[in-house]
C-alpha cells in the first residue's frame, strides 16, 4: 500500500515490545517528547490509552490532540498504526 | 390547598412574622422561637384567610427558598443527586462537569447515547470534554497548538521485521504453495547431521529455491520499482544475503560427501 508510510509498515510488522513512542506512525521526535512528558514514553503506554478508550477513533485523536497538541494527519496516522496492530497482534 | 400550610416551616422567622403582621396577628415579641411562629401562622392563616396573591406569593418564595436550601445542603453534604436535582434547569459549566464523579459522568455520557470506556485518570478528561460538547453544543479547545512535527518518515528505512514479512509473503504467492519450506531450508542444514534421513530432503529444497528466487527476485524487483513499493538497492541487498546464505548451506552439504541421492529427493517433490 503507497498510502501508509515506511514507519507504519515497520511497526506492524512485529510485535511492538519495548519500542518507544517515536515508532509510531505520526508521532515524530517534537510528540514523542511531549507525550513522554505526560508519562506516555513507550509504544505501549498508547496503546493502552488507545484501548481504554475501546479503539475509539474520535475519542483516541482527540486524546492526542489533547495530549500532544498532533495536527490531524498525525492523529490519523498514529490512529491508523495501532488500529492495524491491533488488528494483527491483539 | 394545604401547601402553603404545610410549608409554613420552611419560610423564614422573619418571613412568618411579616406574615403574621400582615394579617395582624399577634405574635411574642423579641426573640421567639420559629416553632411558635409556624404553629401561630398555621393556625391564624389558613387558606380561608390568605388571598389567591398572598397564596401565589408564599408558594413562589418557598419553591425558592426550597430551591436555595437544597443547594445549601449539597455543598455542604455532597449530595450528588440532590445536585443534580437542582442544576437541572442550569446549563452545566466545566466546573460543574469535573465535579461529577466517574460513574455520574458516565451515566451522563450514556443519556447523551455515547458508549464510553472504562472513566480513569487518563480518559477522564476526554469524556468530560465529550460531555460539555454535548450539553453546550460547542467544541472545547485543546491547550495545545497543532505543529507540524518533523515526522521524516520518508527517510525511514524498512526494518528487517518488515522485509521478511515481505519476502515470505511473495514467496508464498509466486509459489503457490507453503512459505514454510523455503524459510526452513536454511535451518535444515543443520538439523541433516544429526539425523540420516532427513539429510537426503534438504539437498533438493536449497537447490531449487536458489535457482528460483533469482529469477522471482528479478521479475518482482521490475514490479515494485513500477508501483513505487520496496526501493530496488534493499531487494538487491535482500537477494545477495539469500545468495550467501543459500552458497553456505550448499559448501556445508558438500563436505558431507553425502550428496548423490536423488532418488528419495525426487519422490519427495
Request: net charge positive; glycine share 4%; proline share 5%.
Amino acid at each position: 500500500m503507497s498510502s501508509t508510510s515506511q514507519k507504519h509498515k515497520n511497526f506492524v510488522a512485529e510485535p511492538m515490545g519495548e519500542k518507544p513512542v517515536t515508532e509510531l506512525s505520526g508521532i515524530g521526535e517534537t510528540y514523542g517528547k511531549k507525550l513522554a512528558a505526560e508519562g506516555f514514553d513507550k509504544a505501549y503506554t498508547v496503546l493502552g490509552q488507545f484501548l481504554l478508550l475501546k479503539k475509539e477513533e474520535e475519542m483516541f485523536k482527540c486524546w492526542l490532540k489533547d495530549t500532544c497538541g498532533a495536527n490531524s494527519k498525525q492523529q490519523n496516522d498514529c490512529y491508523t498504526c495501532l488500529k492495524e496492530w491491533c488488528d494483527s497482534f491483539l | 390547598m394545604n401547601y402553603v400550610v404545610d410549608h409554613a416551616d420552611k419560610l423564614t422567622k422573619v418571613k412568618l412574622k411579616s406574615e403574621l403582621r400582615r394579617h395582624k396577628i399577634k405574635f411574642p415579641s423579641g426573640d421567639v422561637k420559629k416553632k411558635v411562629l409556624v404553629n401561630l401562622y398555621r393556625e391564624f392563616l389558613n387558606p380561608d384567610v390568605l388571598s389567591d396573591q398572598d397564596l401565589l406569593g408564599i408558594t413562589i418564595e418557598t419553591e425558592e427558598k426550597f430551591q436555595k436550601e437544597l443547594k445549601k445542603s449539597v455543598d455542604s453534604n455532597n449530595n450528588n443527586s440532590n445536585r443534580l436535582k437542582a442544576e437541572s434547569n442550569t446549563m452545566p459549566t466545566t466546573h460543574d462537569v469535573s465535579q461529577l464523579s466517574n460513574r455520574e459522568l458516565a451515566e451522563q455520557l450514556r443519556v447523551h447515547g455515547i458508549v464510553t470506556g472504562p472513566i480513569v485518570v487518563s480518559t477522564r478528561k476526554i469524556y468530560e470534554k465529550k460531555l460539555i460538547q454535548c450539553l453546550t453544543g460547542h467544541e472545547v479547545k485543546s491547550p495545545h497548538k497543532p505543529v507540524n512535527d518533523d515526522e521524516d518518515e520518508e527517510d525511514v528505512a524498512p526494518s528487517p521485521a518488515y522485509l521478511e514479512r515481505t519476502e515470505a509473503r511473495r514467496r508464498a504467492h509466486v509459489r503457490g504453495g507453503t512459505p514454510e519450506r523455503n524459510i526452513e531450508s536454511t535451518p535444515l542444514s543443520d538439523s541433516y547431521r544429526r539425523s540420516p534421513i532427513s539429510r537426503r530432503e534438504p539437498i533438493r529444497n536449497t537447490s531449487t529455491p536458489v535457482k528460483s528466487s533469482f529469477t522471482k527476485e528479478s521479475n518482482t524487483s521490475t514490479t515494485s520499482a513500477k508501483t513505487g513499493g520496496i526501493p530496488l538497492w534493499i531487494k538487491l541487498a535482500s537477494v545477495a544475503v539469500l545468495v550467501v546464505i543459500a552458497y553456505l548451506v550448499v559448501k556445508n552439504m558438500e563436505s558431507q560427501e553425502d550428496n548423490n541421492v536423488p532418488r528419495g529427493i525426487e519422490a519427495e517433490v
